[in-house]
Nanobody, 127 residues
Framework: QVQLVESGGGLVQPGDSLRLSCAAS????????MAWFRQAPGKEREFVAA????????YYADSVKGRFAISRDSAKNTLDLQMNSLRPEDTAVYFC????????????????????WGQGTQVTVSS
């Protein structure tokens, strides 16, 4: 059974940092592109960051560029998201996702490119 399980969410204050992790099991995702999406209450799911199979190529939404960093460890089948300088508008449920490279390239910010999804972890930024 393929599973993606996110962890590391929580309640933090504006300006704080948080590191999210996604542990994959059931198959190797070493040939897959992976990404983080988020969904705030009453809003559609939106792209946050994506990384290719080798970890050598990464993309970010403009809203998080310079503050967030995506990374992966293919040997451990894990995906991380380091979030710095958090803002109240970063409050959302964060999801990790994995998609085969042939759909990922050119569509990394499109949720339809991803075949596997985690259940999400809540991040709340509030003073």
């Amino acid at each position: 059974q393929v599973q993606l399980v996110e962890s590391g969410g929580g309640l933090v204050q504006p300006g704080d940092s948080l590191r999210l992790s996604c542990a994959a099991s059931g198959r190797s995702f070493s040939a897959y592109g992976m990404a983080w999406f988020r969904q705030a209450p009453g809003k559609e799911r939106e792209f946050v960051a994506a990384i290719n199979w080798s970890g050598g190529l990464a993309y970010y939404a403009d809203s998080v560029k310079g503050r967030f960093a995506i990374s992966r460890d293919s040997a451990k089948n894990t995906l991380d998201l380091q979030m710095n300088s958090l803002r109240p508008e970063d409050t959302a449920v964060y999801f990790c996702a994995a998609g085969p490279s042939f759909t990922w390239y050119g569509s990394h910010s499109d949720s339809s490119a991803y075949h596997y999804w985690g259940q999400g972890t809540q991040v709340t930024v509030s003073s």
